[in-house]
Protein backbone atom coordinates (compact mmCIF):
# COMPACT_ATOMS: atom_id res chain seq x y z
CA UNK A 1 0.00 0.00 0.00
CA UNK A 2 0.73 3.36 -0.89
CA UNK A 3 1.54 5.51 2.32
CA UNK A 4 -0.87 8.18 3.23
CA UNK A 5 0.41 11.28 4.85
CA UNK A 6 -0.79 14.99 5.51
CA UNK A 7 1.10 17.66 7.26
CA UNK A 8 -0.91 20.47 8.59
CA UNK A 9 1.80 22.88 9.44
CA UNK A 10 0.70 26.64 10.27
CA UNK A 11 0.25 29.85 12.69
CA UNK A 12 -1.45 29.38 15.93
CA UNK A 13 -5.32 29.48 15.66
CA UNK A 14 -5.35 29.07 11.90
CA UNK A 15 -8.06 25.78 12.39
CA UNK A 16 -5.43 23.66 11.62
CA UNK A 17 -6.51 21.11 14.26
CA UNK A 18 -10.33 21.55 12.94
CA UNK A 19 -9.06 20.59 9.34
CA UNK A 20 -7.21 18.00 10.24
CA UNK A 21 -9.90 16.52 12.28
CA UNK A 22 -12.11 17.14 9.48
CA UNK A 23 -10.20 15.65 6.98
CA UNK A 24 -9.55 12.50 9.30
CA UNK A 25 -13.13 12.00 9.57
CA UNK A 26 -13.56 12.09 5.65
CA UNK A 27 -10.67 9.99 4.42
CA UNK A 28 -10.63 7.61 7.90
CA UNK A 29 -7.01 8.43 8.42
CA UNK A 30 -5.59 8.21 11.82
CA UNK A 31 -4.89 12.20 13.32
CA UNK A 32 -2.28 12.55 15.13
CA UNK A 33 -2.20 16.05 16.97
CA UNK A 34 1.20 16.91 18.04
CA UNK A 35 0.31 19.52 20.88
CA UNK A 36 -1.07 15.87 22.36
CA UNK A 37 2.51 14.70 21.71
CA UNK A 38 4.24 18.39 23.29
CA UNK A 39 2.18 18.82 26.23
CA UNK A 40 2.03 16.78 29.42
CA UNK A 41 -0.33 17.01 32.85
CA UNK A 42 -1.03 20.85 33.94
CA UNK A 43 0.49 22.03 30.38
CA UNK A 44 4.40 21.49 31.18
CA UNK A 45 5.95 20.73 27.81
CA UNK A 46 7.45 17.46 27.50
CA UNK A 47 11.51 17.81 27.39
CA UNK A 48 12.68 18.49 23.81
CA UNK A 49 13.77 14.43 23.34
CA UNK A 50 10.95 12.88 24.87
CA UNK A 51 8.95 15.13 22.03
CA UNK A 52 10.89 14.15 19.10
CA UNK A 53 10.83 10.23 20.35
CA UNK A 54 6.67 10.55 20.77
CA UNK A 55 6.71 12.06 17.25
CA UNK A 56 9.05 9.94 15.51
CA UNK A 57 7.05 6.92 16.65
CA UNK A 58 4.06 8.27 15.53
CA UNK A 59 4.96 9.60 12.01
CA UNK A 60 6.60 5.70 11.93
CA UNK A 61 3.05 4.63 10.77
CA UNK A 62 2.29 4.14 7.46
CA UNK A 63 -1.08 6.41 7.05
CA UNK A 64 -2.11 10.06 9.24
CA UNK A 65 -2.69 13.25 9.25
CA UNK A 66 -0.85 15.68 11.46
CA UNK A 67 -0.85 19.03 12.97
CA UNK A 68 0.78 21.45 14.36
CA UNK A 69 3.13 24.23 14.64
CA UNK A 70 6.71 22.92 15.53
CA UNK A 71 9.66 23.86 13.72
CA UNK A 72 13.04 23.52 13.81
CA UNK A 73 14.16 19.53 13.69
CA UNK A 74 10.73 18.33 13.84
CA UNK A 75 9.71 19.93 10.50
CA UNK A 76 13.12 19.22 8.55
CA UNK A 77 13.64 15.41 9.48
CA UNK A 78 9.76 14.22 10.69
CA UNK A 79 7.98 16.11 8.11
CA UNK A 80 10.27 15.62 5.70
CA UNK A 81 8.51 13.06 2.22
CA UNK A 82 10.96 9.87 1.25
CA UNK A 83 12.69 10.58 -1.87
Request: charged share 15%.
Amino acid sequence: MTPRRIALVGPVAAGKSTLAAAIAAHTGLPHLDLDALFWTPNWTPAPAAAFRTRVRQALAQEEWIADGNYGGDIAENCFTAPS
